[in-house]
């Protein structure tokens, strides 16, 4: 056999030719990826009509008759058709709710185009985000039941609903006819969605008879099949539905006239096609008030405000620091159930804990300055708080030491196929380059450290000399001896994740952000460095992140990327990506970032922002995030 001779890599194709068993390919979470701009255009004719939305609401209202005040849930909202047709008609309390991030960023979008004010989340309908006894009307449209594996997924939905909504609240389902879809399914069709894309469809019966299995092989008449997919739908008849209602105990469960739809295509409505509408009231009492209710007490760790910080450019906590501290102060005093408590003078730290041993819930550890302020140092408060068994916020010291090292994390990534940009590592003692295994313009970063210390314009290099100039400012201006990356310079555009919760089970991904360097003089290279982060006087201080405009499959990637990441590097409740995009407009990871910048005007809180998630309420999902992994954790 000749030596060094490369393996091939073989992957596994999309796409697929004929196939004996449907139900085998359809994976148990193809909901996860599913609903997406394909969705939209294979099912365009109908959940994108705004004709047959208006009717359809008209006739729901005319069901439940709610007033105007009324709080209404859309749950599996979708692209939030029916809850901004009840914006538009004066409904003033609806919030939406569905799992697929690609549909909620677009409902987003379109409720800022009209100047809506529906409250969209993303979340998974088997545990909704929301208090009981919060809504007067749950409405469950659009055939979105049934998707799940198991019927006791199914039966965990109405029990939340059933949580979330007040005593005598009811519910609406609008649910495909099982009985009617089991006689009339089309084994095979195909359509034209428009003039460049053709859908072809194959259906079957599942083995058991009471899920139809389905295929849509989505064909553009250039590029070809461009999806192969499969999914299953459970068959509901008023018969079942009226037993799983009652085992959730909803009373007055009635059935109304049955919806039929007709499209402008009007060729295979599948699903849609006849749907069964149900009604079930919420027969209960309101949930106690427990006076002896004892508030969850946990301590907030933060950096010392007396100790110097070489990050900051006075080396040391000034005006806007204690204006920033005081804004997380205000925000976490918003937060229900909570009480906060701060530990941040860190001779006395261990101490300090020792003395909250066992009084405490869990720790908020918002000491991203690391311990004495070193950020060398992060993860030794992390390890502090393992030796004394404190549950607490955020990756732990393994994760940190990962994340530290610029170097590590491509390697990391490289492993999973993710790409990077090309670098090398210059090692203190070098003092000449042998080989140059980069073309200009170049990128200088400490290998170690956060907060883009010690990186100003001055570090993007288009030559040998600037580039040995480069090196030099990093050791001598900021006192860096330890290795340097000296990296691809990429002008793409550049970019943020955020995750919060903690995949792959339970986790929301932020609006993608970009960074606008349109006020940049036009000779300053497209950075956020330094200069952007800690220096007002800087033209880098103009900086503003914007949401991003990517194609569909760039921002699936860039997502199921980050959540690869968020995984191997055990990061933990939250966490932040920071990718940019080379010439050829693919996405090049840059670093990952644990325990995110913190504060009011971040990057994470920007993100935040642009998904109407306000800076308390993106603390407090992080919160929960750790309280609902202790708790999983604890029953494990």
């Known amino acids: 056999m000749a030596k060094n001779k490369k393996l091939k890599k073989i992957k596994w194709t999309d796409f697929l030719g004929p196939v004996e068993n449907l139900e085998s390919y359809v994976k148990a979470d193809w909901w996860r990826h599913l609903f997406n701009a394909n969705y939209l255009r294979t099912d365009g004719d109908v959940v994108e009509d705004n004709a047959i939305t208006r009717y359809e609401i008209d006739l729901f209202l005319s069901i439940l008759k709610p007033s105007k005040d009324s ?27 569905d799992r697929s991030h690609y549909l909620i960023t677009r409902a987003r979008t379109l409720n800022k185009q009209t100047g809506g004010h529906v409250t969209f989340k993303e979340g998974d309908a088997r545990k909704l985000p929301f208090n009981a006894d919060t809504f007067d009307y749950v409405m469950l449209m659009g055939n979105s039941f049934g998707y799940f594996e198991t019927l006791q997924d199914d039966l965990n939905i109405l029990k939340e609903i059933m949580r979330v909504l007040k005593p005598m609240g009811k519910l609406l389902i609008d649910v495909t006819d099982g009985n009617y879809m089991k006689d009339n399914f089309q084994a095979r069709s195909w359509e034209w969605i428009d003039k460049k894309y053709f859908v072809c469809r194959e259906r079957s019966l599942s083995e058991n008879q009471d899920r139809l299995i389905s295929r849509e092989v989505i064909t553009h008449v250039k590029k070809g099949v461009i999806a192969d997919q499969f999914y299953a739908e459970r068959l509901y008849t008023t018969e079942s539905l009226t037993q799983l209602l009652d085992k959730v105990k909803f009373d007055d469960i009635s059935f109304h006239s049955e919806m039929m739809t007709a499209s402008k295509r009007n060729q295979d409505l599948g699903m849609m096609a006849k749907r069964i509408i149900v009604t079930g009231i919420a027969k209960k009492e309101w949930q106690a008030v427990d006076t002896t209710r004892v508030l969850k007490k946990v301590a907030v760790l933060m950096g010392d405000p007396e100790k110097s910080d070489i990050v900051k450019p006075q080396s040391n906590f000034d005006d806007d620091d204690f204006f920033t501290i005081d804004a997380l102060k205000k925000a976490l005093a918003e937060i229900p159930d909570y009480h906060f408590i701060y530990l941040n003078q860190h001779d006395t730290l261990i101490q300090d804990l020792q003395k909250h041993r066992g009084q405490l819930d869990f720790i908020f550890n918002l000491c991203d300055e690391g311990f004495n302020n070193e950020a060398s140092k992060e993860l030794h408060v992390p390890s502090f708080l393992e030796m004394m068994n404190f549950h607490y916020t955020g990756g732990t010291p393994q994760c940190l030491a990962y994340c530290y090292d610029k170097s590590l994390v491509r390697g990391i990534a490289k492993e999973m196929d993710i790409p990077v940009p090309k670098a090398f590592i210059i090692k203190s003692e070098d003092i000449a380059f042998i080989e140059l295994s980069l073309y200009f313009p170049v990128i200088v970063k ?104 990517l194609p569909e499959d760039t921002e699936r990637f860039l997502i199921a990327s980050c959540i690869k990441l968020f995984e191997r590097l055990e990061c933990r409740d939250y966490a932040r990506f920071d990718w940019r995009l080379d010439s050829n407009q693919t996405p090049r990871l840059l670093e990952v970032n644990p325990n995110p910048g913190w504060c009011w005007d971040g990057h994470l809180a920007k993100m935040a922002k642009f998904g109407d998630i306000s800076y308390s309420q993106m603390l407090h999902e992080i919160l929960k995030s750790c309280e609902k992994r202790i708790q999983t954790s604890d029953v494990g």
């Open 71 to 97: 709080y209404i849930l859309d749950l599996c909202c979708g692209q939030g058709r029916h809850a901004l047709d009840l914006a538009r008609q004066g409904f003033i309390n609806i919030h939406g709710l």
């Open 446 to 549: 400490p290998n170690f450290g956060d907060s883009s210390f010690g990186i100003t314009r001055h570090n993007v290099c288009f030559d040998i000399n600037m580039l040995e100039k480069a090196i030099l400012q990093v050791r001598e201006k900021f006192g860096y001896n330890q290795p340097i990356l000296v990296e691809q310079y990429l002008t793409g555009k550049d970019i943020s994740v955020g995750i919060i919760g903690n995949p792959p089970e339970s986790y929301m991904a932020l609006p993608i952000i970009e960074e606008d360097y349109s006020a940049l003089p036009p000779n300053y290279p497209k950075i956020c460095g330094y200069e952007a982060k800690w220096l007002p006087d800087s033209p880098y201080w103009k900086i503003k992140s914007i949401p991003v405009s």
